[in-house]
């Protein structure tokens, strides 16, 4: 999450090392960003995020009035923003921000590819 060009949250997928579904990347950046600036409101902010944000996420996004979120790769099982749903953009809801994709999505799809081999890959017992 970054205000004024300056990284004021920060966060990771953590789903499985908490067993929590809200766990998102997304979430507990903006959570680090409100800790940050100390007020939930982060409307001159931009998120910054590897794959697509879910619909979840995206209410987030629309909740705390973020300005911009940038994307890699679009995620077509899940994606609230262009793939599924244009949750960012509907004019039904109270807030709109300016949704950029594709920025690097070649080595965005890449590193989730990579992750998830690592995750799915069977364990081998020593």
């Known amino acids: 999450m970054v205000i004024d060009n300056r ?3 920060f966060g ?9 579904p809200l766990a998102h990347a997304e979430l507990i950046a903006i959570e680090a960003a409100r800790e940050q600036i ?6 001159h902010s931009e998120l ?4 697509e944000p879910c619909i979840m996420c995206c209410g987030a996004i629309v909740q705390t ?14 994606g609230g923003a262009v793939s599924l749903y244009t ?13 950029v994709e594709g ?13 998830f081999k690592k995750v799915r890959s069977p364990v081998t017992a020593p």
């Open 38 to 43: 100390g007020f939930w409101r982060l409307e």
């Open 7 to 9: 990284i004021v949250g």
């Open 103 to 115: 920025v690097l999505g070649g080595e965005c799809g890449a590193i989730l590819t990579d992750f």
């Open 48 to 51: 910054y995020v590897t794959l």
């Open 87 to 99: 949750l960012l953009n509907d004019p039904r809801l109270n807030h709109r921000c300016e949704v």
């Open 65 to 78: 009035r973020i300005g911009r979120v940038v994307f890699g790769a679009r995620d077509p099982k899940g």
């Open 12 to 20: 990771y997928n953590r789903r499985e090392s908490t067993q929590s």
